[in-house]
């Protein structure tokens, strides 16, 4: 995945019956004077269609020291869950704020290999 604006398309692709979890991280480079309206684009949407979303599993949110950069890593249970969100008009339109906002978006699907946790936490 790496456009700019929606529908985001995939650089190499994952089947449907791709087996595991998948996760999407975005990485959005923003000016420091709009640093805040896209944190809190991202905070509204994740708070509020969050639970519309299923199969998400996690959703990580990243800043560099500098504000300049941030990068949201959304985990889900698999390839469908992940093109399933990406159809749902909520989505659409938080990537058109998210766009008019970064000074640009870039996406990238992988599919999770490995979790390390401390012992006893079973992962």
């Known amino acids: 995945m790496r456009l700019k604006t929606a529908p985001r398309d995939h650089a190499g692709s994952f089947s449907l019956d791709t087996p595991g979890s998948v996760a999407l991280i975005v990485r959005?480079?923003?000016?420091?004077?709009?640093?805040?309206?896209?944190?809190?684009?991202?905070?509204?949407?994740?708070?509020?269609?969050?639970?519309?979303?299923?199969?998400?599993?996690?959703?990580?949110?990243?800043?560099?020291?500098?504000?300049?950069l941030v990068v949201e890593v959304i985990q889900v249970t698999s390839v469908v869950a992940m093109a399933s969100i990406q159809l749902k008009p909520r989505l659409r339109r938080h990537i058109k704020?998210?766009?008019?906002?970064?000074?640009?978006?870039?996406?990238?699907?992988?599919?999770?290999?490995?979790?390390?946790?401390?012992?006893?936490?079973?992962?």
């Open 28 to 68: 959005m480079s923003v000016d420091p004077e709009h640093y805040d309206a896209l944190m809190r684009e991202q905070e509204t949407s994740t708070d509020s269609d969050l639970s519309d979303f299923r199969g998400v599993q996690a959703v990580a949110q990243h800043t560099s020291p500098d504000h300049a």
């Open 97 to 123: 704020r998210v766009d008019a906002i970064a000074r640009s978006v870039s996406a990238d699907i992988y599919r999770l290999e490995r979790v390390v946790g401390p012992p006893g936490t079973g992962q």
